[in-house]
């Protein structure tokens, strides 16, 4: 028996969609957009160095730039035919036939899913800093607007706020604070 070329024309074992490939796709919308790029810069990357022809990179970039701005849930994923990557070449194949191959040419399979976790990852620790940052700025913003707050007495650094600290320690015959005062204010 001789295997076909192309992507699978039938859908993948249940076991396979159910187990693996219903998760993996679930993934599309984080993926989605690095995808394309990984795509975008893989078709440029082979048409500068003069491995692709260039009516087939043509046809390429224009079916990339075209499904760009779609959002992954209007994409074509489907469990049925593998993880996204599979969506994806069953996608361009019905678009572009035979020049669909041409993504794969001179890379590893999982290349462009590596390239868009990457991607994906980047962008996730771009907005953590962001929010680090901005919580600092609150932070400091509201630590600046304490610090020109006049304290009072039960708030000064080291007063005690009970009325015990406005009587000498028993025993003691010399004390900056008289009776009636805490931290040298009047407490009558």
Known sequence: MTRRSGPPIGSAAPELVESGFTLENADAPFLHEGLNLADIAHVLDLLRRGIIPSHAASKLLALLLEI???????????????????????????????????????????????????????????????????????????????????????????????AASSRPPSGSTTSSSTPGTRCGRSTV
């Not at 779609?70 to 361009?92: H, I, L, V």
């Not at 794969?104 to 962001?130: T, W």
């Not at 600092?136 to 039960?154: E, G, K, N, V």
């Open 68 to 162: 760009y701005p779609t959002a992954a849930e209007d994409f074509p994923y489907d469990p049925e035919f593998g993880e996204p990557y599979n969506s994806r070449e069953r996608f361009f194949v019905e678009r572009l036939g035979d020049i669909a191959g041409w993504l794969h040419a001179g890379r590893p399979r999982r290349e462009a899913a590596r390239i868009a976790l990457r991607l994906c990852l980047r962008g996730l620790l771009l907005e953590l800093v962001a929010e680090i940052a901005r919580s600092a700025r609150d932070a400091t913003d509201l630590a600046a607007r304490h610090s020109r707050t006049p304290p009072d007495a039960s708030t000064a650094p080291g007063c005690s706020t009970t």
